[in-house]
């Protein structure tokens, strides 16, 4: 049977729900679908246009980075080490109100995906403004992206009102929807920046399109505070109340969460989205992750946006989720590999509804998937190939990258990007940008 | 002026007290020794053997990695997501008592000196047994080591009583002392298995040879908790009555400390070693590094050995340790970066006695340090080259590194190691080992 790619892998970590680890296997492709996965030694009845050969590699899931703001690339570093709220009001919006819009979203998002590509990363879910941008930029790459619709309750350079933040973001729905690799959801800032009575415009309009929502929540214990006392109850609550939080609601940072919290998310199925490096660089907190996975509340990872990471290194974030969990809880067993794993792929993919689709590597889904080579010096031994990758690979390792079946990366060089001329793109926006850093450093 | 070597890079941070970050500076070194650093259009008075332009470079001092297990490489990834007696008891001890003897400890050593040059390590602090093995291979590789002559209250392959321990290591000390690259240290393993009367025998031996004391200590809050049952007091307060708390004492790990411990640290100018992602990963504890600069104290940083992190990787480290700092004080701006790359480099030195020598790049030190390429869409742009060599970059840019200005990397290769015959020989070792894995998870 002809088809159109075969990849035979040392190991293919499959991601499934036991956990299955394929070794000396092959992945039969046909176009963007995965339609076999068998022993190379029984492959024969395939005849592959391209046949592609990894003896060292593991072949993943590719990561979906569950939350970030892919356009603030460009502010990465801009303003390290700072209090929340100097970090915000002198350095992060200053530079937004006199930087972002066209250009520096496109830009912005464009080195996001570059980045994240090359790291393995194959699907994102954006919050933004000028999500044209964003859009085009993905469909134009080959990535596959979740674009959030903003919705804030005060005028930025992409919209001035709700209805404007409405009409702008459903017209980018209308123009890329059916994009195979797009989909939308509607992004509202966070509780404390965003009205009941905007939220409730929303939800018939999500419900039309069939929309889930993707908001910025419990990010610190100060918001909680301040929503108890304004609302009388915490934000979760208040989002119960609205009747919003359901299957179709992503959770995103929850580092402060009572019993109460927890039962709510539980008993509508909520999703969380856990950003840990974000949350303990801006001090934020960290999230109560196994409390949650104990409640079978669904954790997906984000890397949150460079500005405060300064990175969208899934699999480091896979490990920081890993760690952090043993050492917040006390118990050396908290998230184990495997799980940190899952968190990266299929629990995303769930969140976002495209668990049928993608996050894992089986039959009838789609070929979104990376290669990384294990045959280094940090890499030797590997006695269980999810550890090895989790605790002791890096990003760097990741050698070829595939989304719907298409190659994006090919031994460590982008297909669909010029990097170098990205390289001095980016440059030039430094020179623009630079009058907003905060200068720790003395220079000579 | 003939020299032996001139570096033109882009950045040279130099990690003096100021912070002080040169540009389109040139490093002049005769020999093993920094003699010059000015700006390289100034330069024309030295003429150099060997010239080296670094145009997208940052130069920075090499990291000193203050705490490993150098040979426990081949056990990385052998046990993961373990509680810690489980862990030791039916992993590590078993296959450390079968395996454990000259040929582990040398090839583990050369793996493990491997991983640190190619991640711009180049200095460590180890304790392990075998000691002459890696002694031998530092010294063969060129890499700046520590070496822990080790004691511990139980018979190991390496010798049978506290007799032993003292004769066999004082060998090996007196066989390699005189190598410039190596230092030695009496590494008595922890408070729990060394008792006051093997502490009292080492003192006046310590004294004599001008020996510093490295030694883990107050791991785990359980330590702690035992130590009072047993002794009536911390561990800290024990070896403060027996007077060994001093400038020439590391004490290692410290996740649970009393402000009366902290009091007694200050006190006696004793060193901390911060080892952040073993305490994580074992689910020790953190650190409180905070307070301890608080009380100028000096905080260095280790990575434990791979069996615990399960990497070697300095840069990483520091990372993890700004990100803790701020997420465990809830203040995002603890730990700067500035201060991370201070205690993974200059805080080393100075804990090892060595901060005349080595820790900064400053005239008359050694030239210790590497290159890493920052032109690179994770490292594009930058605003501060600290805070993107500490919160952005990772170690797989390292692509040159020097000791006493001798090249050990070149352009990502290592220069005197094998890498491939090192791969397969170590590929060899996981047959031995494999015995005494923990599988968790399923292969096919």
Known sequence: MQVSLQINARWIITVTPDDRVL????IIIQDDTIIDMLPQDQSSQYTPT???TFNHHAVVPGFINAHTHAAMSLLKGLADDLPL?????EHIWPAESALVEEPFVRDGSELAIAEMIRGGTTCFNDMYFFIDQTAAAASHIGIRASIGI??????TR???DLNEYITKGLAVHERFHSDE????????????????????????IMDELGLAMHMHLHETENEVQQSLQTHGMSPIQRLNNLALLSPDFM???MTSLSDTDIQLLAKHQTHVIHCPESNLKLASGICPTTALLANQINVAIGTDGSASNNDLDMLGEARTAALIAKGSTLQADSLPAKQALRMATINGAKALGLDKKIGSLEV?????MFAINLDSIETQPVYDVISTLIYSASRSQISDVWVAGKRLMQDHKLITIDESALIEKIKRWQGKINPFHHHPTKAV
Chains 1, 2 share one sequence.
């Open 23 to 26: 070794e000396h296997h092959a």
């Open 50 to 52: 391209e046949l592609l």
């Open 85 to 89: 709220d100097q970090w915000l009001n």
């Open 150 to 155: 903003p919705v804030i309750d005060f005028p």
């Open 158 to 160: 992409w919209a001035k």
């Open 181 to 204: 690799l797009l989909t939308f959801t509607f992004a509202p800032h966070a509780p404390y920046t965003v009205s009941d009575e905007s939220l409730k415009t929303l939800q018939p």
């Open 251 to 253: 959770a995103v940072h």
């Open 364 to 368: 009838g889904k789609q070929a979104d």
